[in-house]
């Protein structure tokens, strides 16, 4: 990297997507010079833009797991910043169902989780058949503080935060390589555009990466070796005549939440995501799956033909092999500090805010 040109900066974060410009944001209340680098030409492009868009309220997560713990402070941080940018976001709740006595102790045991991580206002809910006669299920708990939100403009609203008390984002340029020396860590990025390699020198690195995030935390931290595991899902939009106030899921699954009906800002319906460990990133749907989705979704919505479904889009869940929690691993390297933000999938829209405080709070100087 020597002949390289060099720009030493306060603080580098890796990554434009909801957790990287969040994180970004924080950092710009106690260091001036904080970059921000993202590979593609817009923020937010990946995960961040092909999720569901849910708040979520918390009550899936072990207890004092960190994505129960981010999750219930993030989903407050979020409805008090939405609420107070003006940014579009309906607080619908939504009804989680049982379809067999197995399930619903899966049901009980959710809603005994909910209660000893603190999610207060779940309750057990029999009117729903009246509401949603379409719907077969054998009980329904309901969770009044699950909303939808307009996540685009939230995090372009982060962004815009971020710029304007002094950060920058440096679009188009991908981390390469990275280093350390007693200046900091070194990192070698490339503009997309022109292939000019540079290096930029900082003494306190994020790794907000994503998708890409496993792969980096190995070059800084060459202690712990991630494993990432891609797990993919596909969403299909309702075409039929039946509408939702709500949304509606099943019971969870190993690697998701079910295929849920959800609505969006508009009262679109639609369904998803679906679950299965890909080998690489690839965002077309297969639609070989279709019948198998069909099922799933028949398990609580059993009158839905396939032609009330169309295909939507995918999203890929950033998840570290064999571990179900967020994690954030820092730590200090010749003075260096970095933090490596790892397995970042649900709820990680609803948490970022809390993400961003967490990760701040981990930089000790
Ligand atoms: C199907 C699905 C549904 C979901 N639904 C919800 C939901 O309803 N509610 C909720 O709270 N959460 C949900 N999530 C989780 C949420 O979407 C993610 O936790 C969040 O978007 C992850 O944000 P991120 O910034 O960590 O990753 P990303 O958005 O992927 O951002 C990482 C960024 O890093 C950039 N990058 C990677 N490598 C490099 C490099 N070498 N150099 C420069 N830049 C690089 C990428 O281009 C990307 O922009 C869902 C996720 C999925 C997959």
């Given amino acids: ?157 982060l962004g815009r935060d971020f710029q304007s008390s002094g950060g920058n984002i440096i679009l188009g340029n991908e981390t390469l390589g990275i280093n350390e020396s007693s200046e900091g860590f070194e990192v070698l990025v490339e503009d997309k555009k022109n292939r000019n390699q540079f290096v930029v020198i900082s003494k306190v690195l994020i790794n907000s990466a994503g998708l890409n995030a496993a792969p980096i935390a190995n070059l800084i931290n060459e202690q712990n070796i991630y494993k990432e595991e891609f797990v993919k899902g596909e969403y299909y939009i309702y075409q039929g005549k039946e509408n939702l106030e709500n949304l509606i899921y099943p019971t969870p699954t190993e690697n998701s939440l079910g295929l849920h009906a959800t609505i969006d800002l508009g009262k679109g319906i639609r369904f998803g995501p679906s679950a299965y460990v890909v080998d690489e990133i690839d965002y077309s749907l297969s639609l070989d799956q279709k019948l198998i989705f069909l099922e799933a979704v028949r398990s609580y919505w059993p009158g839905i033909k396939e032609e009330d479904l169309t295909p939507g889009y995918s999203g890929i869940r950033p998840k570290l092999k064999g571990i179900n929690d967020f994690v954030i691993d820092s730590g200090t390297v010749s003075n260096n500090q970095f933090v490596n933000v790892l397995g970042y999938a649900s709820p990680g829209l609803t948490s970022s805010l809390a993400l961003a405080i967490e990760v701040s709070e981990r930089i000790t100087s």
């Fill in 1 to 157: 990297m020597s002949k390289l040109e060099k720009f030493e900066v306060d603080c580098l974060v890796i990554g434009g997507g909801v957790s990287g410009i969040a994180i970004a944001r924080e950092l710009c209340t106690r260091y001036e010079n904080v970059f921000l680098i993202e590979r593609n030409n817009q923020i937010a492009q990946e995960t961040s833009s092909r999720n569901s868009e849910v708040i979520h309220a918390g009550m899936y997560y072990e207890q004092d797991s960190l994505k129960s713990k981010l999750c219930l402070k993030g989903k407050e941080l979020l409805y008090d910043y939405l609420k107070e940018r003006k940014i579009e976001f309906n607080r619908c709740g939504k009804y989680i169902l049982s379809s067999d006595d197995q399930e619903s102790e899966t049901l009980n045991d959710i809603y005994e989780n909910g209660l000893a991580c603190g999610v207060n206002d779940l309750v057990y809910d029999s009117s729903l058949n009246e509401k949603y006669p379409f719907l077969d299920f054998k009980e329904a708990i309901f969770s009044p503080s699950t909303g939808i939100f307009d996540s685009h403009s939230f995090i372009h609203s």
